[in-house]
């Protein structure tokens, strides 16, 4: 690299801490071995540089945990273990407000059919903030979310029919207030938590609807009545059991079965609610089964399978939003976990997972993938030399408007967020010419 412009820029990057990119790489941060928690069904929280989740099972009674581990990995810590009296077997993961951790647990409590709880992020005896009976739901399975004073979520059974519902809960605790029952035809036995925007909680059904195969639902947050948005035939997908993201007026999600191969699809559907587009199929090989929503990063969006892949343990993949052929990231192979049924969290590019098992004890994994960098190239003028004065140059004739010098120069969208020639593109550009992350 040549002096002046471009080793300025460095000196300035080093000296503000920024750190060399890594390649994409997977670690192990924790493996389960009974005693610690075993089979974490559930995906992560992340305060910091600590990670929240929970397990299924195993800790002091066998009856499931609430642990935090590093980002770096290293000491695992149990902040909880159920005994049935706040609940036990906990299946889904733990959402974070100030200092404290709320979720819920599929079983235990003064009803018997489960809780929802909180507890400190530094641990302690959860507080059980309302139980279900049958009547008012049970088997909460999925999580919560948090808007304003009051948690949502849904229960699995129960309610007016047996068939599940859509509860709420005031952070402070009290009784669970049914917003919805599911009657089968607007949709039956939801697995999955909810997704709220506005006023406007979305959600899926793994069966119900027309075809009995499963729906994708909206509701006001009051609780009226619930609109069926799509409802699933299995030529394109059946038995949704995770949460969809939203972005702009666009929600995806997966199915865990159906579509062109039987193994499960991605998929996409207006806010509005129409015929859904099916964006990528799963056929063993690139995976199978998807359990877990999907997180989005700029035109990608990133899950897991719990089946399929090379060695039909599961795998993390990557499709675009656009859709097209399902690019594998990891296949798990047992040392590195096995059958990952919960979605991923991303924190610059690193995505942070569980396996439910596999790993030295066989009780499950909490992993780390770094990503490649989707920004552009240091050799932005594609001269073959990366990060000099010329590259820097080219950047700003091309933000300006003008024409790239060399008539090879990278996308002015350098993040590759969508949006051409932003502040965040001039960061972005100026951190990787100085060997830094993206």
Do not use: K, W
Not at 16 to 37: D, K, M, P, R
Not at 66 to 73: A, D, K, L, N, Y
């Amino acid at each position: 690299m040549s002096r002046s412009i471009a080793s300025i820029v460095c000196n300035l990057a080093v000296a503000a801490g920024v750190s060399s990119a890594s390649a994409q790489t997977l670690t192990t941060l924790a493996t389960f071995n009974g005693t610690n928690g075993r089979d974490p069904r559930a995906g992560l929280t992340l305060s910091g540089n600590t990670l929240y989740g929970t397990t299924f099972t195993g800790g002091a009674s066998n009856l499931g945990t609430v642990f935090s581990v590093p980002v770096t990995g290293g000491t695992h810590t149990t902040l909880v273990t159920f005994n049935g009296t706040s609940g036990f077997q906990p299946v889904a993961g733990l959402i974070l407000s100030g200092n404290t951790l709320y979720g819920t647990a599929s079983q235990g409590g003064s009803g018997g059919r489960g809780t929802v709880f909180s507890v400190p992020v530094i641990g302690g005896t959860p507080t059980t903030l309302a139980t279900f009976n049958g009547a008012n739901g049970a088997l909460p399975i999925a999580g919560l979310i948090l808007s304003a004073s009051t948690l949502y979520g849904t229960t699995n059974i129960g309610g007016a029919n047996d068939l599940g519902t859509v509860f709420s809960v005031p952070v402070t605790g009290g009784p669970a207030t049914t917003l919805v029952t599911f009657n089968g035809a607007n949709g039956t036995q939801p697995v999955a938590g909810l997704i709220l925007s506005g006023n406007t909680l979305y959600g899926t059904t793994r069966l119900g609807g027309t075809a009995t195969l499963g729906s994708v639902f909206s509701i006001p947050g009051a609780g009226e009545a619930i609109t069926t948005l799509v409802t699933f035939n299995g030529a394109n997908g059946s038995n949704p059991q995770a949460e969809l993201t939203l972005s702009g007026n666009t929600l995806y999600g997966t199915t865990q079965s159906g579509g062109a191969n039987g193994r499960g699809t991605v998929f996409s559907v207006p806010v509005s609610g129409g015929t859904p587009t099916t964006l990528a199929t799963f056929n063993n090989t690139n995976g199978a089964l998807p359990q877990a929503g999907l997180i989005l990063s700029g035109s990608t969006l990133y899950g897991t399978t719990v089946g399929g892949g090379a060695n039909n343990l599961g795998t993390v993949f990557s499709v675009s939003v656009t859709g097209g052929p399902v690019t594998t990231l990891v296949t798990f192979d047992g040392t590195n976990g096995t059958n990952p049924s919960a979605g991923l969290i991303l924190s610059g590019n690193t995505l942070y997972g569980t396996t439910r098992r596999g790993g030295t004890s066989g009780f499950g994994t909490v992993f780390a993938l770094v990503l490649p960098s989707p920004c552009g190239t240091p050799d932005f003028d594609g001269d073959g030399d990366e990060g000099t004065d010329a590259d820097i140059e080219a950047f700003f004739i091309v933000l300006a408007g003008g024409t790239c010098p060399t008539g090879t120069c990278a996308s002015i969208d350098f993040d590759a967020d969508g949006d051409e020639g932003t502040d965040a593109d001039i960061e972005a550009f100026f951190r990787v010419i100085a060997g830094g992350p993206c």
